[in-house]
């Protein structure tokens, strides 16, 4: 497991910033207005929610009238909103920038060998504490696992396909089997850049979570390598798409949803040939904490051979 991360550090600048900024606020106006430095730390803190109920409340009703993806009607457009807000303070709050090695890899262990473990591989600007929940049930299981960070954070997503590589060397030799690949987001692309790298025959099972199988009009507003290629239809993912054999795209499971906030039009996260389990209402984070899609996915290695 790596002992430095510099999306961690990057987010504990952040999140230490925004509390230090909101203390200044609320020390500076209380005298006069104890009613306005509350709402102002509050707007100071909750700001992301600002942005996500631009993106699930304007931008994603926009653009899903041209996706073929079932409509989200209002109310699950702000429990979604309301949701996703309290999950983002605790992913880019706490669990990523301060719990990131709050659960080790494990490799070593009485129940490890012949049990096929999991490689989880996180999304655009995160790292392996986004993971949490899915570390702390695989840890309780005795299960094989790696959790791996993907750095540096804006680099292209094909210098990422070693360091997965990396992780699916180590579990097989670890329990004696082929892991099962999880990735969310970016992740998703990540894993399949490594795919490419594979002999012809290799079908590995991958579930990927909110990933933009055909990219996101949200991209075309980022300045990095990988954010890039994650654009609608990006020359990248022509070919990324061109690379895949139908026998692969059959080993995925891609999970979707109607309401996510950043993948759009939602039906991008879609993969041709691939399960495609569309799940109602969660938005991008909060889909790969909903429990059908953890105990799915988990439920996948009681029935892979031991």
Same mark, same amino acid.
């Given at each position: ?6 999306? %961690?550090r990057? &987010?504990?600048?952040?999140?230490? !910033?925004?509390? %230090?900024?909101a203390? !200044?606020?609320?020390?500076? #106006? ?6 306005l ?13 600002? *942005? ?7 931008l ?8 073929d993806?079932?409509? /989200? ?8 909103? $309301?949701?996703e807000?309290l ?16 659960? +080790? ?14 490689v989880?591989?996180?999304?655009f600007?995160?790292?392996?504490? *986004?993971?949490?929940p ?5 840890? !309780?299981?005795?299960? /094989?696992?790696?959790a ?15 360091i997965?590589?990396? %992780?699916?060397r180590? @579990?097989?030799?670890a329990? =004696?089997?082929?892991?099962? &690949?999880v =990735? ?16 012809? =025959? %290799? #079908? ?6 909110s #990933? +933009?199988?055909?990219?996101t009009? &949200? $991209?075309g507003?980022?300045?990095t $390598?990988n =954010? ?8 990248? @993912?022509r070919q990324?798409?061109?690379? &895949?054999? /139908?026998e ?12 996510d ?6 039906? /991008? !996260? ?9 799940v ?8 790969a904490?909903?429990?059908e ?5 988990l ?8």
């Amino acid at each position: 497991m790596p002992t430095v991360s510099t999306t %961690a550090r990057l &987010l504990q600048g952040v999140v230490l !910033a925004a509390l %230090a900024t909101a203390a !200044a606020w609320a020390i500076w #106006t209380w005298p006069r207005s104890p009613f306005l430095a509350l709402l102002g730390a509050l707007f100071i803190l909750l700001g992301h929610s600002i *942005f996500i109920a631009c993106e699930l409340l304007v931008l994603q009703p926009r653009i899903a009238d041209t996706d073929d993806a079932p409509p /989200a009607a209002l109310r699950e457009r702000l429990r979604a909103w $309301a949701v996703e807000s309290l999950i983002g303070l605790k992913v880019f709050g706490w669990w990523q920038p301060f719990r990131w090695r709050a659960v +080790p890899d494990r490799l070593h262990g009485p129940r490890i060998r012949g049990r096929p473990g999991v490689v989880l591989v996180h999304g655009f600007g995160c790292n392996r504490g *986004f993971w949490l929940p899915w570390l702390r049930r695989l840890d !309780a299981d005795g299960r /094989a696992f790696i959790a791996v960070n993907l750095e540096p954070t804006f680099e292209a997503i094909d210098a990422y396909a070693p360091i997965v590589e990396d %992780a699916v060397r180590k @579990l097989r030799h670890a329990t =004696g089997h082929e892991p099962l &690949l999880v =990735g969310h987001s970016m992740g998703g692309l990540a894993l399949r850049a490594w795919l490419r790298t594979q002999p012809p =025959g %290799a #079908t590995p099972s991958i579930v990927t979570i909110s #990933t +933009p199988h055909a990219g996101t009009w &949200l $991209a075309g507003f980022s300045r990095t $390598a990988n =954010g890039r290629q994650m654009r609608l239809n990006s020359d990248w @993912l022509r070919q990324l798409h061109a690379d &895949l054999r /139908a026998e692969q795209a059959r080993a995925f499971t891609c999970w979707w949803s109607h309401c996510d906030n950043v993948v759009m039009p939602a039906s /991008a !996260a879609r993969l041709a040939g691939a399960d495609n389990r569309l799940v109602r209402g969660p938005a991008h984070v909060e889909l790969a904490f909903h429990d059908e899609v953890m105990a799915q996915t988990l439920a996948v290695l009681d029935t892979r051979p031991t």
